[in-house]
């Protein structure tokens, strides 16, 4: 799947704002349609370049990661326990993983100790088992949303 493909995807969901940036986009729940992007957190990402981490190797052409955030419990029932933040400063999580594999779902290379998982170029295949996983995703952005506006 390219990435317009995987987007389009995820905005069939409904109520998702997608912000361009730098290549990237950034995926919000926004029921609101247009609520500053400031007072928004993105359940899904996809980065193009290693702007924000090397650990993936994403300069490579036509190479992205697809990142969203699960519950604890989810993440922990398919990679196992959650690591820690690194100790040493180090940006990347050492998980025993090769952060530059495509179409394998892994721990987010920083971002996995807040229970975030990746995965590089997903075939429809993968995409279609990571569905159940964005589906959740988009609802605790959905739930945080609702328990902000009371």
């Not at 609520?35 to 993936?56: G, I, K």
């Not at 179409?103 to 100790?113: G, I, T």
């Not at 995965?119 to 569905?131: A, C, H, I, K, W």
């Not at 959740?136 to 506006?149: D, F, G, L, T």
Request: with cysteine.
């Amino acid at each position: 799947m390219d990435q317009q493909e995987v987007i389009e995807q995820i905005t069939e969901l409904g109520s998702v704002d997608v912000l361009e940036a730098d290549g990237d986009y950034y995926l919000f729940y926004d029921p609101k349609n247009g609520q500053p992007v400031e007072h928004l957190h993105p359940f899904a990402t996809l980065v193009t370049a290693d702007r924000h981490d090397p650990a993936s190797n994403l300069d490579r052409e036509r190479v992205y990661r697809l990142n969203f955030g699960v519950a604890g419990k989810t993440y922990e029932s398919i990679l196992g326990p959650r690591p820690s933040w690194p100790k040493d400063g180090a940006m990347v999580v050492e998980t025993g993983n090769d952060y530059t594999v495509l179409d394998k779902l892994m721990p987010h290379p920083v971002y996995s100790p807040q229970s975030w998982m990746c995965v590089l170029n997903p075939s429809e295949e993968t995409f279609e088992l990571l569905r159940p996983l964005l589906t959740e995703a988009y609802e605790r952005a959905a739930e945080s949303h609702r328990k902000r506006s009371g």
